[in-house]
């Protein structure tokens, strides 16, 4: 085996005046080692360029010769004898000289061989080699044109500064809406009439005759008698041996529909705009690796600062502290999930004057490649006077409902004593009469309640008082007393005993009496409501299951909503404000339970209610 590092070898390299390389068997023809002479040999062929490495030999070959000096190693590795090859190295900066190489291999152990040596000697040309030249170098102008007419995008070659077309594959052809005959051969200005509106774009291409810098437009548009377009189009300097550019070539590729695209974008960006202004609405956005927040105008307006630009900290101290844990664990939540947000909440404004604002903020995360959050951006309105009547409206209903409730409380109480007045009597039609005037007061109390609890519950006045209770219990009274007001209805509870909560009862009754009343409001007489409490993990479950019309899938999501009504030729002979469900939901989350429904329209519908156990 030959010792590569051995000073002897590196000696009697050097000492050679002929260019010597040590190869590689495997992989082939990989230069191990070389002499002064063969790096001389590479420089002169290559001169500064990259390309020309010491392992140049096989580039400079046609395809062939390439071959062939691979079969030729081969041989010498298989057959461990001496072999010699006459090669033209038709690309390099010497084409009129050819060499001669000469192999050797080196041979160890069991005539094993490992490398080659190679001897290289350059002998010039005679007329039947240039010849041989010529043919490869026809061989090789007939792959670039195979290569230039395959291009998938537009190419062509100009020569000298009128821009003569020398070459012109057909992609360009067809962009230019003409035919070779009309283009070959032609300047350019006289092939192209449209190029007549271009003399600021035709002056900077012919400079590259001047400078010799390479020269790049981008969205240029082509306009011709076929169509318009928009380009990316690259002019590349062609020089001789003599550094001086004789042609240029050029590539041009069709970006219409990516610009076209960027103006639609462009056009709806403009459109949101304008809707933003008109709706006041300003935008914001949080880079979360910086933790900067950027604000837009009228987002600043909406703060009242003086720079859009302020730290994460110091937009969160602008935040109610009553709400400032609400909306992060809601953008928080919005992050993780990967979904957008919607809340509202109250900042207090920095100045002499101590003064609060509603907002109502808007927005969803943005990611890079790697699914790491990025970005948060959003839109956000001030809300302030929508809220404060809002707020009014609200104080309106509760003061109402409760004027309401003082003089039905007293009609309610001369009924019962109407009621037990005529016990003893035998007059049918005043009790009867008197049962149903107590039904309708119930229903008129219940709906005040709902007014009522809807004005605590925007104003946040609502308290919950928990005890722990028995839920199956509760739910066996509130049924029972529903029998005695809904006496067309077949109401049954599935349930044992034990089943203890911690919550407040008197709502979660109200929860259950509602559910109860929908039942049969949306129920034929005769039809049954069945009541179902069941422990699960952690949580027990109450569901309210009716024969009723049953609920359209698309109104389902939308059920809990305040002020909430399905319209249907149905629904319009039955009493409601769409408050129940809404105060049902509210109660519910406000205990850390869940409120949901299932429906199949026609057949019937099951609302659930869930709520933590008292452990």
Known sequence: MIDLSSSFLKALLKHSKSPLVIFKIKPVLVVVEHNDAYQALIERIGGSLK???????????????????IKTVNKVSELKVNATLIIHPIYSNSPNVKWELEFSPVLHGENQADYIICSLKEIPVNENDLESILFELSESEARFRGFFEQAPLGMCVLRGRDLITEYANDNILKIWGKTRKEIIGIAQEEARQELGLQKQILSRVKDIFKTGEPLTLNELKI???????????????????????????????????QVNFKKELLKAKDILKIAMDASEMGSWNIDIESKKVLLSERAKQIYELESNKLDLDEAKSLINPENLSFLTSSIRKAL??????????????????????????????????????VYIAGAVLDITEHKQDEIR?????????????????????????????????????????????????????????????VSLLESGKIQLHKIDFDLVELIQIIAEENRVILPSHFIQVIGTDGMMVNADREKIGN?????????????????FIAIKCEKRKGELVVSVEDEGIGIKESNIPKLFDR????????????????????????????????IWAESRYGEGSTFYFSLPTAE
């Open 51 to 69: 390309f020309y490495d010491i392992d140049v030999i096989p580039n400079l070959l046609s395809n062939r010769e390439k071959d062939l000096l």
């Open 223 to 257: 306009s011709t008698p076929i169509s318009d377009g928009y380009y990316i189009a690259m002019y590349q300097p062609l020089k001789n041996d003599k550094n001086e550019v004789t042609r240029i070539l050029v590539i041009i590729k069709d970006i219409t529909e």
């Open 336 to 373: 993780h999930n990967r979904d957008a947000f919607n809340i509202e909440y109250q900042i207090n404004l920095k100045g002499p004057k101590h003064k609060t604002k509603w907002l109502r903020t808007a927005g969803k995360a943005y990611y890079n490649e790697q699914g790491k959050g």
């Open 393 to 453: 409206k609200n104080d309106f209903i509760g003061m109402v409902s409760h004027e309401l409730k003082t003089p039905l409380t007293a009609l309610n109480a001369y009924v019962q004593l109407l009621q037990f007045k005529l016990k003893e009597t035998e007059n049918d039609f005043t009790t009867e009469t008197l049962n149903k005037i107590n039904v309708q007061l119930k229903r008129m109390s219940l709906m005040i309640d709902g007014f009522l609890n």
């Open 511 to 527: 929860v259950v009496n509602n559910l109860i009343s929908n039942a049969a409001k949306y129920s034929k007489k005769e039809s």
């Open 563 to 594: 002020f909430f009504r399905v319209e249907s030729p149905v629904t319009q002979t039955i009493a409601g404000f769409g408050v129940g469900l809404y105060i049902c939901a509210e109660v519910i989350e406000r205990h850390k339970g869940k």
